[in-house]
C-alpha cells in the first residue's frame, strides 16, 4: 500500500512537482506551433500548472466544491465558449468560463469569460501573495480524491460519468509501465479526445507516473506529418486509425510503378510468412527466410516504417474495438510490437494486456499487474483491482449494480479464459444465449469470425433455444463480384451473383474453416455453424436491417425472415422468397428468389489437455 | 456588437474614365472607401468591376480622372506603389506558382518586406538568415491563421480549387496590407468552403483592421459581409450605398432581373 505521507507520490500534483525537481530540465511536453516543435520542461511545465492554479484559486475556486455543480470551464475556442453561453440558462451555478484561444474572441466582454493568460497573471501574483498556497493544496490532496470524471460512450445507455481517484489512475499506469519496462525517454504522440479513458491513461497518467514526453499535434489534420517529425516510441490508437493508415500505404502502392510494386508485394510475401514469428523470437524460421526478411528489412519494411513515423515504436496498442487479423498480422510483420489491451471506462482502460512474445490475434492477453478476473457463470467478465471506479456520479444504483459484495465490477462482456490463461472476449454478455444442449453461444462472435473473410460482408447466426446453430450470410459484391469475373463467371446482380454455385462453394470453405477454428475453443467448439444460406439481398439500413452504425438487428431480422429461419431448421433443401426492399428514392419494390441451403462439415472438438 | 469603428475616407476615386480603344471600361465613376471598411463592388458581368479593382493598384491607367490614397492625390496609380503603400490583392483566376509549396507561395507575399539583397539571400547566411527566419515567423502566422498547417509543404498545384483561394489570400496577407483588394474570393466555390473565406474575410478585417474591397457575384455573401456596396452597369455607377439601400434600388433591381420594355 502506499504510505499516506504527503511525500509519497500518489497524486498527479506531487508527481508533477516530483518530474519538475528530478528532471526539471528534460522536456515534458511538445507541441508543434507555427511550423515549430515547442518544448516546455518539466519544471516549466510545473510553474504553469503552479500559475493556472492560483489563477482558479483567485477566481475562487476550492479543492472540494459544493457537490455536483460545474462552476468552472475551460474550453479550447470560441466555438465552445458559444456553446457554453447557449447552456448558461441551463446551468445557473456556471461562474466562470476560461478559454484557451483567443482567436475571434474580442468582442466577447462578458465580465465572467477569462482567456487562460488573464488566469495565469493572477495566478502569478496570487503565488507571490501566497507563497504557501500550492504546497499547503497539494498536501492536502489525498490519493481517493476523484482526480477525473470521465463520461461512459452510452451506446448501451444514459452517459454515465465515472468517478476515478489518483489511485486507481496510478496504479494502472504504474503497471503498464512496469508491464511494457516504460522509461523517461518515451515519446508519445496524443492526439486522441481527452475526454476518452484511452487518452487520458496513455498521455496523462502513464507521463506523469513515469515521466515521459508527450507530444501534440498541430491540427488534426497533420497528425500523419507531426507523428513521422517525433517518431514516437509508445503509441495508442483504436483499429480505425491503423485501418486508414494502411489503406493509404496501400493506394500509394498500387500508383508507384511496377519495380517498386514488386519488390513491395514480394517481401510483403516474406514478412506475412515469417515477420511476426522474427519479431516474437520465435524458432523455427529457415536461415534464408531470415535472410530474405532482413533484405526486406533493408529496402521495405524500414523506409515504410519511417513513412508511417513508427521507426522508433517499441511498443503500440490498439483497443476499442476488434481489430481485423489481416490488419493486426500486417503491422506485426512488419516489426512493429502492435498488441492488443482490454478495458474500459470504468478499469482505467487497464484490465488485460498482450505481453511481448504472447501476442495473439484471437485474445486480449494475460490479466494486467495488480488486476484479478474472474468469470461468473454466465460467462461475464468480473474484474477487480485498485483500478476500478469509485463510483458513478450521483448513480449509487448503477454503482450498486455494476460492482458486486466481493469488490468485482461486472463489466458487461462475456468471454473466457484460454489454456494459456489468455483473456478471450466474446460478446457483450446480454447478447450471449445457450444452445438447447446448454452451451453457451455468442452470436456476434461467430458472426465476426464469419466477416473476417473478405468475401462476407454481413453474416447472422442464430442458435438461442435451437440444437444447432445457423447463419445467414450476406456476400460482399465487391469482392465476391472480382472472384468471380477472374474466373469468368458472369453474372447480373447481387441476387444472381449470391445464388451461384460457385459462390455457395466458395462460402462454404469459409464457413468450414471458422468451424474448424472453433474446435479449438473449449465450450464454442458447439457453435459450428450446421447450415447456412445467403441471402438474396444485402441487409440494409433502409430496411431496418441493419442500424445505422451497421450493426446488424438479429431479432428484426429473424422476425422478417422467419420462412428461411424455418428452412434452415427444418432441414429443407431450398426455400422460395419475396421480400419488398425500399430504394434510396423512396419507392418500393420487391426481390424474389429460390435460396438453396447447405449443410457444412462440422468437426470433432479437440480436447487440449489445461 | 462590433468593436471596429470605421474611420475617414482613405481612398477617393473621381471621375475614373477608362477606356480600351473604342470600348469604354469605366466612364466617369467616383466613390470612396473609408479606414477599415468592407466595401463590395459589384454588378453583371462586364460591368467594369475587375478593371476598377485594376485601376486602384496600377494595373490600368485611366485616361481621365484622379485617385486620392492617404491624402497623396495622383492620376494613376503604379503597381509597385500601390504595394508599397499596403495594398494587396488576389486575382480572379488564381496567380499562384502552381509549382511551389503553399509555404513558398506565402512567402513571395514578404518580397517587398525583405530588406537584403538577392545575393545574400541567395547565400542564406548571417542578417539575411536572421531576416528570414524573421519573415517565416509571420508566414507561419498567416498559416495558422487561415488553418492550413497541413498543406504546409503540398505543392499548390496538387490542392482543390477552394484551398488554393485559401493560399491567394494567404499572400496577400503575408504582406501585411492595410488595404485588401479581393476579385471574386468565392467565384466557383461550394456552400462550404463559401463559408469558410466569409470567416476569414471577417477576421482579417475584424483582428487586423485591415480595409477591404471585394468583387463578388454571390449577393447573399455581399449583402451579409458589406458595410457599404457601389454597383456598376456598363461601365457606369447606378447605385452607392449601404446593402440595405442598395437592394431596394431600381436601377439596381432592374440591372440584375432586366427591364421590361
Not at chain 1, 452451451?439 to 473473410?453: G, S, T, V
Not at chain 2, 508599397?84 to 509549382?99: D, H, K, V
Not at chain 2, 531576416?131 to 482543390?160: N, S, Y
Not at chain 2, 479581393?182 to 468552403?193: C, F, I, K, R, T
Request: contains cysteine; aromatic residues 8%; negative net charge.
Amino acid at each position: 500500500m502506499p504510505q499516506e505521507s504527503p511525500s509519497a507520490l500518489d497524486t498527479f500534483p506531487r508527481l508533477l512537482l516530483h518530474h519538475a525537481r528530478v528532471r526539471g530540465d528534460r522536456p515534458a511536453i511538445r507541441e508543434k506551433e507555427y511550423g515549430i516543435w515547442q518544448s516546455w520542461a518539466w519544471a516549466q511545465a510545473a510553474d504553469e500548472v503552479r500559475a493556472i492554479a492560483c489563477g482558479l484559486a483567485e477566481l475562487g475556486f476550492r479543492l472540494i466544491a459544493t457537490e455536483g455543480t460545474i462552476r468552472f470551464a475551460v474550453v479550447e475556442d470560441q466555438e465552445q465558449v458559444d456553446k457554453m453561453l447557449e447552456v448558461r440558462a441551463s446551468c445557473p451555478l456556471l461562474e466562470h468560463v476560461i478559454y484557451d484561444d483567443p482567436r475571434g474572441m474580442r468582442h466577447y466582454n462578458q465580465p465572467f469569460i477569462h482567456a487562460l493568460d488573464e488566469v495565469q497573471a493572477m495566478g502569478a501574483i496570487h503565488n507571490r501573495n501566497h507563497p504557501d498556497f500550492i504546497a499547503d493544496e497539494v498536501a492536502r490532496g489525498g490519493a481517493d480524491d476523484v482526480a477525473i470524471m470521465l463520461y461512459t460512450s452510452g451506446t448501451t445507455g444514459k452517459p454515465k460519468g465515472v468517478c476515478q481517484t489518483h489511485r486507481a489512475l496510478i496504479a494502472a499506469a504504474r503497471g503498464g509501465q512496469q508491464f511494457d519496462r516504460l522509461t523517461a525517454d518515451e515519446d508519445i504522440l496524443s492526439y486522441l479526445p481527452m475526454a476518452w479513458v484511452g487518452d487520458n491513461l496513455f498521455s496523462y497518467a502513464q507521463a506523469l507516473v513515469t515521466g515521459f514526453t508527450i507530444n501534440c499535434p498541430e491540427s488534426g489534420d497533420t497528425v500523419m506529418t507531426d507523428m513521422r517529425e517525433i517518431g514516437p516510441t509508445y503509441y495508442f490508437a483504436p483499429p480505425r486509425v491503423y485501418e486508414n493508415l494502411l489503406t493509404q500505404v496501400m493506394i500509394r502502392m498500387e500508383d508507384a510503378g511496377w519495380v517498386k510494386r514488386g519488390l513491395f508485394h514480394f517481401f510483403m510475401d516474406v514478412a506475412k510468412r515469417c515477420g511476426a514469428r522474427i519479431l516474437d523470437r520465435a524458432s523455427g524460421v529457415s536461415a534464408l527466410d531470415r535472410l530474405l526478411y532482413g533484405l526486406g528489412n533493408l529496402l521495405v519494411y524500414a523506409p515504410l516504417r519511417n513513412v508511417l513515423g513508427m521507426s522508433r515504436i517499441r511498443v503500440a496498442y490498439t483497443a476499442g474495438a476488434a481489430i481485423g487479423p489481416d490488419l493486426f498480422r500486417f503491422y506485426r510483420s512488419l516489426g512493429i510490437n502492435l498488441k492488443q489491451l482490454y478495458g474500459q471506462t470504468e478499469t482505467c482502460a487497464y484490465v488485460c494486456l498482450q505481453p511481448d512474445g504472447g501476442v495473439r490475434l484471437d485474445t486480449v492477453g494475460v490479466p494486467a499487474p495488480g488486476v484479478e478476473v474472474r468469470l461468473a457463470d454466465s460467462g461475464e467478465i468480473l474484474v477487480r483491482g485498485p483500478m476500478l471506479l469509485k463510483e458513478y456520479y450521483k448513480r449509487p444504483d448503477a454503482t450498486a449494480e455494476s460492482i458486486d459484495a466481493e469488490g468485482y465490477f461486472h463489466t458487461g462482456d462475456a468471454g473466457f479464459l484460454d489454456t494459456d490463461g489468455h483473456l478471450r472476449i466474446i460478446d457483450r454478455a446480454k447478447d450471449v444465449g445457450h444452445l438447447a444442449g446448454g452451451a453457451m453461444f455468442a452470436p456476434n462472435y461467430i458472426e465476426n469470425k464469419l466477416k473476417f473473410f473478405q468475401y462476407i460482408r454481413e453474416a447472422v447466426a442464430f442458435g438461442h433455444g435451437r440444437d444447432t446453430v445457423c447463419a445467414f450470410i450476406n456476400i460482399d459484391i465487391g469482392a465476391v463480384g472480382n472472384w468471380a469475373e477472374r474466373r469468368g463467371i458472369a453474372y447480373s446482380g447481387y441476387t444472381d451473383l449470391a445464388a451461384k454455385k460457385e459462390v455457395y462453394e466458395l462460402i462454404q470453405q469459409c464457413v468450414e474453416q471458422v468451424n474448424e477454428q472453433l474446435t479449438g475453443e473449449g465450450e464454442l467448439a458447439t457453435s459450428q455453424v450446421s447450415r447456412f444460406l445467403i441471402l438474396h439481398k444485402e441487409l440494409d439500413p433502409d430496411d431496418d436491417e441493419l442500424t445505422r452504425t451497421r450493426k446488424v438487428r438479429r431479432g428484426f431480422i429473424a422476425e422478417k425472415y422467419a420462412v428461411l429461419v424455418e428452412a434452415l431448421y427444418g432441414g429443407k433443401k431450398s426455400q422460395f422468397i419475396e421480400t419488398q426492399v425500399k430504394f434510396e428514392d423512396g419507392r418500393t419494390g420487391s426481390v424474389a428468389a429460390d435460396l438453396e441451403i447447405r449443410d457444412v462439415r462440422t468437426f470433432q472438438a479437440v480436447r487440449k489437455a489445461a | 456588437m462590433s468593436a471596429r469603428q470605421i474611420g475617414e475616407v482613405i481612398l477617393n476615386l473621381e471621375h475614373i474614365s477608362l477606356a480600351f480603344g473604342g470600348v469604354k471600361a469605366l466612364s466617369d465613376i467616383s466613390f470612396d472607401v473609408r479606414e477599415h471598411e468592407i466595401r463590395a463592388i459589384i454588378g453583371p458581368n462586364g460591368a467594369g468591376k475587375s478593371s476598377m479593382l485594376n485601376v486602384i493598384n496600377g494595373v490600368y491607367r485611366p485616361q481621365h480622372g484622379a485617385i486620392t490614397f492617404r491624402g497623396r492625390t495622383r492620376h494613376d496609380m503604379n503597381t509597385h506603389q500601390a504595394a508599397a503603400q499596403g495594398i494587396a490583392r488576389t486575382f480572379q483566376n488564381i496567380a499562384l506558382f502552381r509549382g511551389m509549396s503553399v509555404l513558398d507561395n506565402i512567402m513571395t507575399g514578404r518580397n517587398l518586406k525583405m530588406k537584403h539583397g538577392f545575393l545574400l539571400q541567395a547565400l542564406y547566411w548571417g542578417p539575411a538568415r536572421r531576416e528570414e527566419l524573421a519573415h517565416r515567423r509571420k508566414v507561419e502566422e498567416v498559416i495558422d491563421f487561415l488553418e492550413i498547417q497541413h498543406i504546409r509543404k503540398t505543392p499548390v498545384g496538387r490542392l482543390p480549387y477552394g484551398l488554393q483561394k485559401r493560399v491567394e489570400l494567404g499572400r496577400a496577407l503575408a504582406a501585411e496590407p492595410s488595404m485588401l483588394l479581393l476579385d471574386e474570393p468565392m467565384a466557383g466555390m461550394n456552400v462550404e468552403e463559401k463559408q469558410d473565406m466569409c470567416r476569414f474575410i471577417l477576421d482579417v478585417n475584424d483582428q487586423f483592421g485591415t480595409t477591404i474591397v471585394l468583387i463578388e457575384h454571390d449577393m447573399g455573401v455581399v449583402m451579409d459581409l458589406s458595410d457599404r456596396v457601389v454597383v456598376l452597369d456598363y461601365g457606369r455607377k447606378i447605385a452607392d450605398g449601404t446593402p440595405d439601400q442598395v437592394r431596394n434600388n431600381r436601377e439596381v433591381v432592374d440591372a440584375y432581373l432586366g427591364v421590361a420594355h
